[in-house]
């Protein structure tokens, strides 16, 4: 398919409830949509980075001017499918979550001409997802038992807490003496060192699921060393940013789950290869989440369709964080804990952009031009320095703050 123009948004969104990890705080959803338009069909797809390079290096800013300035001049008026862009994309070094955000719209793309549901384009074999919920650390620990009195009634599988030094142990003792024998595991995102391995031999014995990203974010050395003390499995999630990163800890032993994050690993044609690998050493996966909007969710629960995610997904409802999702409609949670896998073409739901269009604040639209693309190379030139000139500025209804993109960290 032949890529004829390509839109950014930034959009915020608040969040029905604040959100805090070990790095900070999010009050919003503050990410970009992207928007590819080839052979007359418009796929969506969502850049999952942050105000702040606090989960990993990459923010809102930076997503938008590596999209602007690389990769989207590096596909304008060219023939690509979804599939092609990992090698498409090797030379630009690692911005992960901005490669995804593009590569997930062009994936909507392929599955809307196929004239089937994503899920079915990447493989899927299931209809329905189990999933979880994932909650942030609270002021006071009596927060925190409220929240989970709340979601566990409406059929969450089970969940996911949120720790950081001093808010560790007697959380997951608290919650397991109020709530029993529920499914349940905690999230470090990289609060600690192997210094700190009393703290996880204290939880051992908690009946946990996981123990996901204890140690630091570009580590799998301390990893095995802290997994050969543990009877509970360790989950990486930040350390795995490609599937090279998955078979060295396999092979090392720093984990015995992996955390599949599409937006994480560069897109789904990475997360693939992640699950296969897995699935070939016996190794099990599930599908992580940012936070996404419902354009995001969306490609997520396809993904999640595939065999080997076998607990799981943070992939809750859109309740779970928006009071009016850029869906419709919105992701919804059943009884029994599970959310159906869309089955419409290409993403499977309506996309709400007279809603975007309230949210964003800032917007720019890239075409390629006649003849030559838009960000093509002259002779001796590399294409992805060229810059195709963006159309307009704000998307209609859409307002800007002074030095957007971007706002203070969260924390």
């Not at 969040?15 to 928007?35: I, M, Y």
């Not at 009596?142 to 566990?152: A, C, I, Q, S, T």
């Not at 044609?269 to 897995?278: E, F, G, I």
């Not at 604040?361 to 030559?372: C, M, P, V």
Request: net charge neutral.
């Amino acid at each position: 398919m032949i890529v004829e123009a390509v839109e950014l948004f930034h959009v915020r969104l608040p969040l029905v409830f604040p959100f805090e990890t070990s790095f900070g705080r999010e009050d919003d959803k503050d990410c970009l949509l992207v928007r590819v338009e080839a052979g007359g069909r418009a796929g969506w797809g969502e850049v999952s980075t942050m105000p702040a390079p606090l989960y990993n290096e990459e923010t809102n800013a930076t997503a938008w001017h590596v999209l602007a300035d690389f990769l989207i001049p590096a596909l304008l008026g060219k023939d690509v499918r979804p599939g092609d862009l990992p090698d498409r994309f090797r030379a630009i070094r690692r911005h992960h979550m901005a490669k995804a955000g593009l590569e997930a719209a062009l994936w909507d793309l392929q599955a809307q001409e196929q004239g089937t549901s994503l899920a079915r384009a990447l493989g899927g074999t299931r209809d329905r997802i189990e999933v979880g919920v994932s909650l942030g650390i609270e002021p006071a620990l009596g927060e925190l038992l409220d929240r989970v009195d709340r979601f566990l009634p409406q059929g969450y599988r089970r969940v996911k807490l949120k720790i950081k030094p001093g808010w560790d142990v007697e959380v997951v003792r608290a919650v397991r003496r109020h709530f029993g024998d529920i499914g349940l595991q905690v999230d470090a995102n990289s609060a600690y060192t192997l210094a700190d391995a009393p703290v996880f031999r204290a939880m051992d014995d908690e009946g946990l699921l996981m123990i996901e990203q204890p140690l630091a974010e570009d580590d799998i050395v301390d990893h095995a060393q802290l997994q050969a003390q543990l009877k509970t499995p360790i989950c990486l999630d930040e350390s795995i940013v490609t599937p090279d990163d998955a078979r060295k800890a396999l092979d090392l032993g720093s984990c015995r789950v992996i955390n599949v994050k599409q937006a994480r690993l560069g897109g789904v044609t990475n997360a693939v290869r992640v699950h296969d690998l897995c699935q070939r050493r016996g190794v099990p996966v599930w599908c992580g989440g940012m936070l996404e909007t419902g354009v995001g969710r969306a490609l997520n629960l396809a993904l999640a369709s595939l065999p080997n995610f076998s607990l799981p997904a943070d992939l809750s409802a859109s309740d779970r964080y928006f009071e009016q999702d850029i869906i419709d409609p919105p992701v919804s949670l059943g009884p029994d804990g599970t959310i159906a896998v869309p089955d419409g073409v290409g993403l499977g739901f309506r996309v709400l952009e007279d809603r975007i269009g309230r949210v964003t604040l800032r917007h720019a639209r890239f075409k390629a031009t006649r003849g030559r693309p838009a960000g093509s190379a002259r002779p001796g030139k590399t294409a992805a320095r060229r810059r195709p000139e963006p159309e307009g500025g704000r998307a209609p209804g859409a307002t800007r703050r002074p030095g957007e993109p971007g706002r203070r960290p969260p924390g």
